[in-house]
């Protein structure tokens, strides 16, 4: 069992793992064998494994000691635990004392207990961050309690006394922070803006689509989605629901226990061709295996890591992590512009996440909702978002307006000379107004040719389907809604009341602007006519 390990010149200090032992259960109930150099845990979501050869370890008093360690979490933790725990484990072969100690460059009849120095240059010189600090305490400390571990056990205590403390909670939430904190109304109503229209135009896969729309309107854990499959959808009587696996907590088995949540009409429509999508592929190409779960985000081939083992239905659900992957890669494809940064907005589970919960608490929700709504056990992690202020908006004026709208990306339809060149353009019930239905405050006109119930003209120009007229009095509407937003600021109202149109502004100053290129444009040609 042991494997060859190459140390300084003519000294070899062979990397040991664990005698072979009896498989135990998890904290899922599931058998978890521990006959080999490799443990297996099981997880739905993750492959999690336990080499014990990259441990490197030396010492057989230590090798059986940490081996009850760890049995210990698996038996009473996540194997997401357990394995954060073995990571932290290997960082010590990257500390020189921990080395100078375990392959000594001169054999010694008996080798020194390790002491706390090793825990000094972790948390000084390495700079571990705190979780592995805390593993390696808690590790270090079940050690000494253990007979010829190799620990000291007062060097333990010394240890145990130390204070890691904790990460800061909600830094690039109270910051602010452009790339990592929440999105803002602007990008948060471009993005959804990107996503409607890339719905309409069929240009983004049904499962992507579906992914970042859950991300916004549930703000889901990336684990919550892997262990999503098509029977948690429900649309009955016109009432549309999912359940949301629960996470969290000390549940013994996964998929037991659910949130349920509403879906709205728009929701629920992609929700169910999503499904319906899964199952003709399934009835197109039958999986291999009936015992495998119908995973709402599934693989394209069952994953051989859990194939015959415990976790063998979800051989077909890709991981948390492959999920995190796909909502990056979908939101990047949607090319959507920052208007705070001027790029390309990243966006990943964790933003959308930060923004579900500071939107929540700007529109009044309490702490316990949100803690709820997000499915952590108490409302100590909520108190990072109730400290954002949502009272400070900045001002917006035309000049603001203008310089924004390239990069916002608001405005989605279609420019048209006149209304004779617009598609149902001969049709005057296709015609926008602004503020009379005067001939002159005509704006432009309704691609559609279904009645959508939105409020025209503002909520047109932020539409796919809208197509505004070259001479239409579009500077007169920009006027209207900057100095609707100046009293709404002036009157100190909440942030949100203040901020709901800025995107339609924006899409309104991107339509003047164009206007001005195209007549410009024009005005030359004639010149260089003349």
């Known amino acids: 069992m042991n494997v060859p390990f190459q140390g300084p010149p003519g000294i070899d200090h062979p990397i040991l793992v664990p005698h072979p032992r009896e498989a135990v259960f998890d904290s ?39 081996a009850d360690y760890l049995i210990d979490l698996i038996t009473s933790s996540s194997a997401s635990h357990v394995q954060n725990a073995f990571r932290a484990l290997k960082r010590l072969k990257t500390l020189g004392a921990f080395r100078r100690w375990s392959h000594p460059t001169i054999r010694l009849g008996n080798r020194p207990d390790l002491l706390q120095t090793f825990f000094y240059e972790a948390r000084e010189a390495a700079k571990l961050s705190v979780g592995e600090l805390h593993h390696l305490q808690h590790w270090f400390r079940f ?65 992507r689509l579906a992914l970042v729309w859950l991300c916004v309107i549930l703000g889901p854990n990336p684990r919550m989605i892997s262990l999503m499959r098509d029977e948690d959808f429900e649309d009955e009587n016109g009432h549309a629901q999912i359940a949301v696996p629960r996470i969290k907590g000390k549940d013994r088995l996964v998929r037991t226990k659910f949130k349920i949540r509403k879906l709205d009409a728009h929701s629920a429509g992609i929700m169910k061709r999503l499904v319906a999508t899964n199952r003709a592929a399934r009835q197109a190409v039958p999986w291999e295996d009936e015992a495998f779960g119908h995973a709402l ?15 063998h239905a979800y051989a077909m659900h890709r991981t948390p992590k492959e999920i995190g992957r796909l909502i990056t890669q979908t939101v990047l494809a949607l090319k959507v512009v920052s208007p705070r940064t001027g790029k390309v907005l990243r966006a990943g589970p964790r933003r959308f996440r930060y923004t579900f919960a500071t939107r929540l608490l700007r529109e009044g929700a309490s702490k316990r909702v949100v803690a709820e709504l997000l499915d952590h056990r ?60 005067a001939p002159e405050s005509g704006v432009g006109t309704c691609g559609s040719f279904a009645f959508c119930g939105l409020a025209a003209p503002t909520a047109c120009y932020t539409c796919v389907r809208f197509q505004p007229w070259l001479d239409g009095p579009h500077e007169r509407i920009l006027d209207t809604l900057l100095k609707g937003r100046e009293e709404r600021r002036a009157r100190r109202l909440d942030g949100r009341m203040i901020t709901m149109l800025d995107n339609t502004i924006l899409a309104v100053a991107d339509v003047v602007m164009r206007c001005e290129e195209v007549k410009r444009a024009r005005s030359e040609r004639k010149d260089d006519a003349a």
């Not at 800061?168 to 471009?190: F, H, N, Q, Y």
């Not at 599934?298 to 051989?304: L, N, Q």
């Not at 989605?412 to 296709?430: C, D, H, Q």
Request: aromatic residues 6%; hydrophobic residues 35%; negative net charge.
């Open 297 to 311: 985000f599934h693989r394209t081939t069952p994953d051989p890591a859990k194939v015959g083992r415990p976790r």
């Open 143 to 207: 050690l000494s309690k253990r007979e010829g571990s190799g620990v000291n056990p007062t060097s333990a205590s010394i240890v145990n006394a130390i204070t890691v403390g904790g990460n800061p909670k909600g830094v690039a939430v109270l910051t602010r922070d452009p790339t990592g904190g929440p999105l803002d109304d602007a990008e948060t109503t471009a993005l959804l803006q990107a996503l409607r229209a890339a719905q309409e135009a069929d240009s983004v896969p049904i499962d």
């Open 378 to 437: 108490d409302e100590q992690t909520v108190r990072a978002y109730v400290n954002l202020r949502g009272d400070v908006v900045e001002k917006l004026d035309a000049a603001t307006a203008r310089e924004l709208a390239p990069m916002a990306q608001a405005f989605l339809g279609t420019l048209v000379g006149s209304e004779a060149e617009a598609l149902r353009g001969g049709t005057r019930a296709s015609r926008i107004f602004g503020s009379s239905t």
């Open 28 to 66: 899922y109930d599931e058998r978890v064998p521990l006959d080999g150099p490799v443990w297996h845990l099981n997880d739905p979501g993750h492959n999690f494994r336990l080499d014990w050869t990259a441990l490197e370890f030396t010492h057989r008093g230590m090798v059986e000691a940490t």
